[in-house]
């Protein structure tokens, strides 16, 4: 593993509203962890699923990639042995789009996954295994000081641990995938950027467990992942996050299989993780698009080995060239 670097300054961007996602090369790509040569690695490919590039080379494995919001850096995880839910020892490490630039972020004594990069490029939200329970905690890239989001505080009325966060386009909410001790299930959660105010969002009841959240460009709809109970399967929901409290979830395509689903920057397309569509039986993972989220058959996006698990997608973000 590389030495920790001692600095990295984020890139100043502007906040965009939704672009038409560009389908090539550039800034119309998608990062995505592969186990394709060997132990999990970054890779990017673009939206026509042509190009497909390592970006990491590193010994223990990397995966769960989020891009910087000017798409010029990729936060990720190492070590990272398989696509699983848990990564013991695991710990933040940035790195240029062009595999250049490896920068070790501090160590957490819980170790560190499930990496946002925030809005405005300041900040990246991050879990870590706390009494053995994750929480959710923000790094400042300008000093690299880390400030706690979620704590169990042994109340009913929150989660007892939270993972998986997601930021609103503005920054200035978050949201998270929240475990409820009563239940013993998941639940979308909401907080402030600052952890304030945690409120439960979406409570399917205690049949569903519903994680992996993603917010889409707008700000309006929250895409997240639903199973009935502790599984690995499921299928994508989609929630009207600009018309709740009132708002109810949907499936996001009636009868289909996915995992993991990330907006596009436009919002009109979807990646996502599923098994072979045409072998449902395949405990295999490769990325799938839906080019328009309303219809239209997934293609499979990521090509690769047959017997390879390609998962983790992530939306290169239409910033700053």
């Known amino acids: 593993m590389p030495a920790f670097l001692p600095?990295?300054?984020?890139?100043?961007?502007?906040?965009?509203?939704?672009?038409?996602t560009p389908f090539g090369g550039g800034y119309g790509q998608i990062a995505f962890a592969s186990n394709r040569n060997g132990l999990p690695q970054i890779f990017v490919v673009n939206s026509d699923g042509t190009n497909v590039q390592q970006v990491t080379s590193i010994s223990n494995g990397a995966c769960q990639p989020d891009w910087?919001?000017?798409?010029?850096?990729?936060?990720?995880?190492?070590?990272?042995?398989?696509?699983?839910?848990?990564?013991?020892?695991?710990?933040?490490?940035?790195?240029?789009?062009?595999?250049?630039?490896?920068?070790?972020?501090?160590?957490?004594?819980?170790?560190?996954?499930?990496?946002?990069?925030?809005?405005?490029?300041?900040?990246?939200?991050?879990?870590?295994?706390?009494?053995?329970?994750?929480?959710?905690?923000?790094?400042?890239?300008?000093?690299?000081?880390?400030?706690?989001?979620?704590?169990?505080?042994?109340?009913?009325?929150?989660?007892?641990?939270?993972?998986?966060?997601?930021?609103?386009?503005?920054?200035?909410?978050?949201?998270?995938?929240?475990h409820s001790g009563q239940t013993n299930s998941l639940q979308?959660?909401?907080?402030?950027?600052?952890?304030?105010?945690?409120?439960?969002?979406?409570?399917?009841?205690?049949?569903?467990?519903?994680?992996?959240?993603?917010?889409?460009?707008?700000?309006?709809?929250?895409?997240?992942?639903?199973?009935?109970?502790?599984?690995?399967?499921?299928?994508?929901?989609?929630f009207d996050y600009g018309n709740h409290p009132t708002a109810s979830a949907v499936q996001l395509r009636s009868g289909s299989y996915g995992n993991h689903g990330r907006y596009s920057p436009d919002g009109l397309c979807v990646s996502y993780e599923s098994t072979d569509i045409t072998d449902v039986t395949s405990i295999y993972f490769h990325i799938y698009i839906l080019k328009n989220v309303s219809g239209n058959a997934p293609v499979n996006l990521s090509g690769g080995k047959s017997e390879s698990m390609d998962f983790d997608p992530a939306w290169r973000p239409i910033g700053k060239p």
Request: include cysteine; hydrophobic fraction near 35%.
């Open 7 to 20: 600095s990295l300054t984020p890139t100043p961007t502007q906040t965009l509203g939704p672009t038409s």
């Open 68 to 178: 910087s919001p000017d798409g010029l850096h990729i936060v990720f995880i190492s070590p990272c042995l398989a696509r699983q839910k848990d990564h013991p020892g695991a710990n933040l490490y940035v790195i240029n789009v062009d595999g250049s630039g490896l920068v070790e972020l501090p160590p957490m004594v819980g170790g560190a996954f499930d990496p946002a990069w925030s809005p405005d490029g300041k900040r990246i939200a991050f879990a870590s295994l706390q009494n053995g329970l994750p929480q959710i905690y923000a790094i400042n890239l300008a000093g690299y000081d880390v400030t706690p989001l979620t704590a169990a505080s042994g109340s009913t009325s929150l989660p007892d641990w939270a993972r998986q966060p997601a930021w609103s386009p503005d920054g200035k909410q978050i949201i998270y995938t929240g």
């Open 188 to 238: 979308i959660w909401i907080m402030s950027d600052l952890g304030q105010s945690q409120t439960l969002l979406i409570n399917r009841g205690s049949d569903y467990w519903d994680f992996l959240p993603d917010w889409s460009p707008d700000g309006k709809k929250i895409l997240f992942n639903e199973t009935n109970g502790d599984q690995a399967g499921g299928w994508l929901m989609v």
